[in-house]
């Protein structure tokens, strides 16, 4: 199912997570030495590295070139006793785990992480194709996901898998796009929270309201794929820069589907750079977007307003008169009015009595 590069110095640690793996179908390449994994890794070149070891920092500061294109995400098998720095790398998804745990569990987010890898590999198409192809009907924008959970599905595993990892890992995806962006830290959060907003004044159903808020969270997790550089480039992209941007949607969509198959979730994310005008990344009009992805099309706007790092922030006010200027032209009319009503507040006042002559 996967091709692992399982890492760890201490038999104890690594032998039981090494059977786990081979018992559920895996390929798995062991490394005693920590201090060599990355020269393994090229070599490897695994779907997954799995480190079962005491020290995060002793694998995380191991230096070495990296291979090309989106890495092999690396996995923390650890205790609670276990020394755990912050598990971040700008250029790698890291998660991790810790004992106790089920088997089902490990398994469970070694897989999610198999396809997310996955995903991103084989979603090589030419940029333009995948503009094109978001609104093809059949939803080919989920062909890719759907088709690697199928084919993953047919390998008749020993464990039965738990959602929860999932969805985990699609969190922990979204947490590295956020900080990989050029938006301030808590991007999504700040939109998740405007989304609540809007979806209130809206009065959204609560099904619609449950896929928009999960969306908010997940929608930039296609960025993942996108190189640093060109998310926090200053000058103007060209081109072949700005249809690279414009595939994140779509590649967020299919990774979203790979791990959990949330189709109105999905569409929400797909869609949230549309615009009432028909001018957005695939080119919907406003009767064929989805009320969802306009209300996070809306607050994302917002947000890069008030918080983007490349550009100066607005003040609130300041932006909701922008985009007041933009209603049924770049923003739903109807979601602007929603954040204005909940955003600007009228000051009450008291009328004073007429002063006695």
């Known amino acids: 199912m996967g091709n692992i590069l399982l890492v760890g110095s201490q038999r104890d640690r690594v032998s039981g997570v090494r059977s786990l793996l081979r018992q559920d179908g895996h390929q798995v390449s062991c490394l005693r030495s920590e201090g060599k994994w990355r020269d393994a890794e090229r070599e490897i070149l695994p779907d997954i590295v799995v480190a079962a070891v005491e020290n995060t920092k002793d694998v995380l500061e191991v230096r070495g070139r990296n291979p090309k294109g989106f890495q092999a995400p690396l996995l923390f098998v650890q ?30 987010r070694v897989d999610a992480l198999i396809r997310v890898r996955k995903v991103v590999r084989l979603d090589r198409t030419n940029p333009e194709d995948l503009e094109d192809s978001a609104t093809e009907p059949g939803k080919p924008w989920s062909r890719i996901g759907k088709g690697l959970t199928a084919l993953l599905a047919s390998r008749v595993p020993r464990y039965s898998k738990p959602l929860a990892p999932y969805l985990e890992v699609a969190s922990r995806l979204a947490d590295w796009a956020d900080r990989r962006d050029a938006f301030e830290p808590g991007h999504a959060e700040r939109v998740t929270s405007v989304c609540a907003m809007i ?3 809206l009065h959204l159903g609560s099904d619609d309201t449950t896929s928009l808020l999960r969306a908010a969270m997940l929608h930039d997790i296609g960025k993942v794929s996108l190189p640093v550089e060109v998310l926090h480039q200053k000058t103007p992209l060209d081109e072949n820069q700005k249809r690279l941007i414009r595939t994140h949607p779509r590649r967020g969509a299919a990774i979203l589907t790979a791990l959990d198959r949330d189709d109105d979730v999905a569409s929400t994310i797909l869609y949230h ?7 957005g990344y695939y080119g919907l009009n ?21 918080s983007c790092r490349l550009t100066a922030p607005l003040p609130s006010e300041r932006a909701l008169d922008s985009l007041s200027n933009l209603k049924g032209e770049t923003v739903d009319s109807d979601c602007v009015e929603a954040l204005i009503d909940r955003l600007r507040v009228t000051p009450n006042t008291i009328p004073l009595a007429s002063a006695p002559y």
């Open 79 to 108: 205790n609670d006793a276990d020394f755990c720095r912050d598990p971040y790398l700008a250029a790698r998804l890291v998660d991790r785990i810790t004992s106790p745990f089920l088997s089902e569990e490990l398994l469970s």
């Open 199 to 201: 979806a209130e004044a």
């Open 273 to 279: 750079h549309e615009r009432p005008d028909g001018e």
């Open 286 to 306: 406003s009767d064929a977007t989805p009320v969802t992805a306009k209300v996070l099309a809306l607050a994302e706007i917002y947000d890069a307003m008030t």
